[in-house]
């Protein structure tokens, strides 16, 4: 009983509201141009609200045209955006016509390139630090007209360094000299004799300087590499005159003599291990010459001390000396690259 009465309460208060509804629906709305433009005022005060129409510039694009895209050269947004058919194709590695993408290719490395580089600091073209210098030449006099003194001599020197050696020499001349022509010609023309000597062999010990090296272009084609030393040192050579003031009675033993020696020379590489070498040296030693007096005693004769002059002079044996340069060990490993 109860129970019907609250469905007709509900009923009844249904009936009442449902004419309003109606009305409100059917209603018109009707607004003059004073109401117009007032509103626009206050909306434009107010701030458009959504939904509103908007006007755009030229420059502007059109609203909701290109809504969600990226601007030209910017990624698109995370996350927003329209994602077009082309970028889900391409996500799954499958192109437009239906063909799978071909996969990223990693960069190809360049060649390298097939001219030789040019080194701001160039290396020395053959080391010479640590490394033995062995050479062989033979010398002709330069210096002495009357008689002609020839050698042969053998050199081994130690690079301590790049541009400073030490090392021996060892010169024979036993046998290679000769008297000149110009001796026998002043001989027999003004019946006068020139004391002349002979040398046997000579050692010395060498200290080596080598300030200047490069090189230079040959006929546009080669690049030859040379070098210049600087050389002095000491030892001993045996020597003894010649005799032609009496040379009846007078004969001469090799004695030895301190010698020291100074000179310049100079390399042109033929490989790094192989040079032709050049030097001229002076071997400067106190001489003793046979004595020009003669006797005419023969018990003065042969007194050994009547033979030689009692003044030493000293000699100066200027020497050219050719040959070769061998470097031992035949190569090297530069301690920095290029």
């Known amino acids: 009983m109860k129970r019907a009465r609250i469905e007709l309460a509900g009923m009844f208060a249904a009936l009442l509201l449902l004419p309003s509804t109606l009305y409100a629906q ?24 959504p ?23 910017e990624p698109p947004a995370e996350g ?40 701001a600091v160039q290396q020395v073209y053959a080391l010479r630090a640590r490394r033995f210098d062995f050479q062989p030449t033979f010398g002709v006099s330069l210096n002495d007209p009357y008689v002609q003194h020839q050698s042969i001599t053998l050199a081994l020197s130690y690079y301590i360094t790049e541009v400073l050696g030490v090392g021996l020499s060892f010169n024979w001349y036993g046998g290679l000299g000769k008297e000149t022509d110009l001796n026998y010609s002043v001989s027999r023309a003004t019946h ?54 009496d040379p009846e009675y007078r004969s001469f033993d090799y004695k030895i ?22 030097e001229l040296r002076d071997y400067i030693f106190p001489e003793e010459l046979e004595n020009r007096t003669t006797f005419s005693d023969p018990e003065d004769r042969e007194v050994k001390g009547n033979w030689v002059d009692d003044n030493f002079k000293l000699t100066n044996n200027v020497m050219l000396q050719i040959g070769v340069t061998l470097f031992l060990p035949f190569t090297f490993e530069y301690k920095l690259p290029k």
């Open 192 to 245: 006068q004799t020139i004391p002349i000597n002979e040398y046997q062999w000579g050692g010395q010990i060498n200290f080596t300087y080598v300030p200047i090296y490069g090189k230079f272009a040959m006929f546009k084609e080669w690049i030859l590499h040379w070098d210049v030393w600087v050389i002095g040192g000491g030892g001993f050579i045996f020597t003894r005159p010649i005799p032609v003031i």
């Open 80 to 119: 927003g955006g329209a994602v077009s058919d082309s970028d889900v194709l391409g996500a799954l590695g499958v192109d437009a016509a239906g063909g799978t993408a071909p996969a990223e290719q990693p960069a190809a490395t360049e060649e390298p390139s097939s001219q030789h580089p040019i080194w």
């Open 257 to 278: 003599k301190f010698c020291f020696n100074i000179g310049l020379g100079g390399r042109l590489y033929l490989s790094r291990f192989l040079a032709i070498a050049l």
């Open 26 to 49: 059917d209603d018109t709305m009707s607004f003059g141009e004073d109401e117009v433009a007032a509103g626009q005022g206050q909306e434009g005060e107010a701030g458009a609200a």
């Open 51 to 73: 939904g509103d129409a908007m006007t755009f510039g030229e420059g502007e694009p059109a609203a909701g045209e290109g809504e969600g895209q990226p601007a030209e050269g």
